[in-house]
């Protein structure tokens, strides 16, 4: 499986960004897609993710700023980022599970920095 992540880039304290997440190759028809991230001198650690069933699961720092979303007929997973503030620059992957017992795959990570 191939991910591929847009969407990142630098924003104001306040602002929106959008992250897009497309896998290809030999995709799974129940997988559990999701968002990580990674800032400085930390640990990679759950943002959001969205299981096969339409279960969604958020970090509890995200307090109904974000919302995660996936097309299945187009592998696509979306993370729609609302009220930025500069705690949230970090590196964004996106994450793949072919089933819950699986080994992750993972994107190349896309870089949000967001300004004070």
């Known amino acids: 499986v191939q991910l591929q992540a847009s969407g990142g880039g630098l924003v104001q304290s306040g602002g929106s960004l959008r992250l897009s997440c497309a896998a290809s190759?030999?995709?799974?028809?129940?997988?559990?897609m999701g968002w990580y991230r990674q800032a400085p001198g930390l640990q990679r650690g759950l943002v959001a993710r969205?299981?096969?069933?339409?279960?969604?699961d958020y970090a509890s720092f995200v307090k109904g700023r974000f919302t995660i979303s996936r097309d299945s007929a187009k592998n696509t997973v979306t993370l729609q980022m609302n009220s930025l503030t500069p705690e949230d620059t970090a590196v964004y992957y996106c994450?793949?599970?072919?089933?819950?017992?699986?080994?992750?795959?993972w994107g190349q990570g896309t870089l949000v920095t967001v300004s004070s």
């Open positions: 994450n793949y599970l072919p089933r819950p017992s699986a080994e992750p795959y």
């Open positions: 190759g030999s995709t799974s028809s129940r997988p559990i």
């Open positions: 969205i299981f096969s069933s339409g279960l969604l």
